[in-house]
């Protein structure tokens, strides 16, 4: 059998076809893929999995949501321990480093909500070069940090049992005395938790949360995950409620 010589037109045709194939690759590639550093950059920022045995809950804490600006108060990070039982509160906002107040200060100058109250993408920016991790984050102002403490019940907080209003209206603003206030805000923390332990909450706590949504705002892990994460911890003996980097607290 003879092979057929390919002519100028048609090397020219297949010559044609291989570029407008390339090109077209290169296009799709630049307009419907993501470049390395924009993905990067995003899963920098993604929460990480929910099905962590430790998972770990952001507190951000503000005066009040209803509020066109609200001030930043607090942000804690609250690791669920279940080999342990315990239930872990590390303090980021006002921050225990020595250029604490600098930080404090970068760390509330990008924070602003939107319109679904979701903090800004530049304080969780800075969150993620500080190398904080999290399944989930809690945004909580006073009025539901009041509401959430009546539910319970009294707190006990300087030896004495507060209520609610009593026990947030005594916190001290960070303005006032960065340390001082987050003295008083690991109190609320510890007090909190460790009635929580002690009781049995029969009304599902999660859909007490739900029922705040002027008030409070999750993401990334619903309020019914991290009371089963709590449940689990409580069955599998007493709860201890602990600020490791701040161990004169009792």
């Not at 590639?29 to 929910?50: G, I, K, M, V, Y």
Request: proline share 5%; glycine share 4%; net charge neutral.
């Amino acid at each position: 059998m003879t092979r057929k010589k390919l002519t100028w037109p048609a090397l020219l045709s297949t010559f044609s076809f291989l570029i407008f194939l390339f090109l077209g690759i290169r296009v799709g590639e630049t307009f419907f893929l993501p470049s390395a550093s924009a993905q990067t950059h995003q899963e920098r920022l993604s929460p990480a999995r929910t099905d962590t045995e430790e998972p770990i809950l952001l507190l951000i804490y503000v005066d009040d949501l209803n509020k066109k600006k609200p001030s930043l108060e607090g942000v804690w990070l609250a690791n669920f321990q279940n080999q342990q039982s315990s239930l872990l509160f590390f303090p980021l906002l006002p921050s225990q480093a020595k250029d604490g107040a600098r930080r404090d200060k970068k760390l509330t100058s990008t924070f602003s909500l939107n319109d679904e109250n979701q903090p800004s993408r530049d304080f969780f920016e800075i969150l993620s070069e500080r190398n904080v991790s999290w399944q989930g984050y809690m945004l909580i102002d006073q009025w539901a940090a009041i509401e959430i403490i009546n539910f319970m019940g009294e707190i006990n907080l300087s030896e004495s049992l507060k209520n609610g209003t009593i026990a947030i209206s005594e916190l001290h603003p960070r303005s006032q005395d960065r340390l001082l206030a987050q003295h008083d805000q690991a109190q609320l923390l510890l007090g909190t938790c460790r009635k929580a332990s002690e009781i049995s909450l029969e009304t599902a706590f999660s859909q007490f949360l739900t029922a705040l949504p002027q008030h409070l705002a999750t993401d990334g892990a619903s309020p019914d995950f991290w009371e089963r994460k709590w449940l689990a911890m409580k069955a599998a003996g007493k709860i201890t409620c602990q600020t490791p980097t701040l161990p004169n607290l009792r």
